[in-house]
C-alpha cells in the first residue's frame, strides 16, 4: 500500500493545488480595482524658469500702474514680476521716447525720470 510512489504523488498533488491556489490569488489581485493617488514634487529643478518674451503696447497707459503676474499649472502665483521687464514710453506714431526697466522703475532714484516718462 505504501510504496515509492504514494509520496511522490503526495508531493505533487500538494505542488499542483498550491500551484492552482497561488495563480488565482494572483488572477484575483490583478483583477481587483484599486485607487492610488500619489504626488510626486521633483525638487531638482525648483529654479528653472520659463522664459516669456512679450511684446504688448497699451496706449495711454501709464507704466506705474502696469504689473505682470505668472501662475502654473500647480496653482503657483507670483505677483508684481519685476525680472527683465522693459518699458518704453512710445510716441503717438509709435516711436520710443523714453526707456526703463521694471527693476530700475521701483528703484526710488529713478522716480523722477519715470515719472515723465
Do not use: A, W
Not at 504626488?39 to 502696469?66: G, K, Q, W, Y
Not at 505677483?79 to 527693476?103: A, C, F, H, P, Y
Not at 521701483?106 to 525720470?113: L, S
Amino acid at each position: 500500500m505504501y510504496d515509492g510512489n504514494y509520496f511522490k504523488r503526495l508531493v505533487s498533488l500538494v505542488c499542483t493545488v498550491l500551484l492552482v491556489l497561488l495563480g488565482f490569488m494572483e488572477i484575483r489581485d490583478f483583477l481587483k480595482e484599486r485607487l492610488t493617488t500619489d504626488m510626486l514634487v521633483d525638487i531638482s529643478h525648483d529654479d528653472d524658469r520659463l522664459t516669456i518674451n512679450l511684446d504688448i503696447v497699451f496706449p495711454r497707459m501709464p507704466c506705474e500702474v502696469l504689473t505682470l503676474d505668472v501662475q502654473d499649472v500647480m496653482q503657483m502665483h507670483i505677483n508684481d514680476i519685476r525680472g527683465e521687464v522693459d518699458m518704453r514710453k512710445l510716441s503717438s506714431d509709435g516711436q520710443v521716447i523714453g526707456s526703463t526697466s521694471m527693476i530700475d522703475y521701483m528703484k526710488p532714484t529713478n522716480r523722477e525720470f519715470i515719472d515723465h516718462l
